[in-house]
Nanobody, 115 residues
Framework: QERLVESGGGLVQPGGSLRLSCAAS????????TGWYRQAPGRQRELVAS???????DYIGSVKGRFTISRDNAKNTVYLQMNSLKPEDTAVYYC?????????WGQGTQVTVSS
């Protein structure tokens, strides 16, 4: 059965760092494009960062230079390293994997940036 399990969220002060992890099971992970989305209260879910099965990465402008997405196909895991966090980064972060018409979501992990 396909499953994505996220971890690493929490409360951090502005300027701090967090590393999110998303472990996949039940899929041929190395064939899937992966991404991290976030959704803040009252806002639409947005794609924050993506890394393709071939290793191509992309970021939204507001996180460029602060966030780094990476993947370890041997561990079936995708990561999001978040540095210099700002209060506006506060949201529930979701892991997504996608291949053709197949797409799967994690359960979400809360990231709160506050002093």
């Amino acid at each position: 059965q396909e499953r994505l399990v996220e971890s690493g969220g929490g409360l951090v002060q502005p300027g701090g760092s967090l590393r999110l992890s998303c472990a996949a099971s039940g899929i041929a992970f190395n064939l899937y494009n992966t991404g991290w989305y976030r959704q803040a209260p009252g806002r639409q879910r947005e794609l924050v960062a993506s890394i393709s099965s071939g290793g191509n990465v992309d970021y939204i402008g507001s996180v460029k230079g602060r966030f780094t997405i990476s993947r370890d196909n041997a561990k079936n895991t995708v990561y999001l390293q978040m540095n210099s966090l700002k209060p506006e980064d506060t949201a529930v972060y979701y892991c997504n994997v996608k291949r053709n018409v197949r797409t799967y979501w994690g359960q979400g992990t809360q990231v709160t940036v506050s002093s």
